[in-house]
């Protein structure tokens, strides 16, 4: 009975460091990961703050140019995705002399989604 808990003793302990091996290794390649992560992911750095982008999303586009201009009245139903982009286009040019007007840098662009 005594040889018998020995061998477990010992298989035990030599499974016990295994385990520890295996996780020292992985800890090892976290590390790594991490470190590399850090050098090519420029947003990793915590103390940096993310930078702020404005969404603007126009809910009705097809009844803004229908009330803005005679011309997308007749071309609103036939030709609705074209509408949608210029009112779009409008908008953003609008915005953007408008803060001109302001003094205020901004840069503009159209994201499809």
Known sequence: MVTFL????LLLA????VLCWQVIEQR???TRMVNESSHSDPLFNLEKQPELILTLKVLNPISVAKRESRSARLLAD????MVRKM?????MK?????MEERGIDVELAIEYR
């Open 94 to 98: 609008e915005l953007e002399e408008e």
């Open 87 to 91: 009112v779009y286009q409008e908008v």
């Open 14 to 17: 030599f499974f016990s460091g």
């Open 78 to 81: 036939k030709l609705p995705m």
């Open 28 to 30: 090892k390649i976290v």
């Open 6 to 9: 020995l061998i477990l003793s």
